[in-house]
């Protein structure tokens, strides 16, 4: 197992890593819309959705991969009815063939957050 760590995504706020190698596959922890360079929170979900996606890229460039090599994305969304948007930011980040996706709708995330995202890619 190896720790993939980069100031170009927000440090973790609890005991656990930013993103871990194993096996061929990087898992990333969640991540929610914080700009790494300010540690301020973006306001509005279309910003929030924008920076969780960069902050996913830049995990990905860390660990020696990017986000066309994504295997599985686990999104988390404060409110369902959100989902169109989301979709479409998210479509802007990832083209066919797709990762595999679960979405779900999350009654309270950390900080308050109205997105967070998780995943899978390959080395």
Do not use: H
């Not at 066309?68 to 369902?80: A, E, L, N, P, Q």
């Amino acid at each position: 197992m190896q720790i993939v760590s980069t100031d170009k995504a927000p440090a973790a706020i609890g005991p656990y890593s930013q993103a871990v190698i194993s096996g061929g596959l990087v898992y990333t922890s969640g991540q929610i819309g914080i700009d790494p360079a300010t540690g301020a929170l973006a306001e509005g979900l279309e910003a929030q959705a924008e920076q969780v996606f960069k902050n996913l890229q830049a995990l990905l460039a860390a660990a020696g991969t990017d986000i066309g090599r994504t295997v599985k994305t686990t999104v988390f969304i404060k409110d369902m009815g959100s989902f169109a948007t989301v979709n479409e930011i998210y479509a802007r980040y990832f083209t066919q063939p797709y990762p595999a996706r679960s979405c779900v709708e999350a009654a309270r995330l950390p900080k308050d957050v109205l997105i967070e995202c998780e995943l899978i890619a390959e080395l």
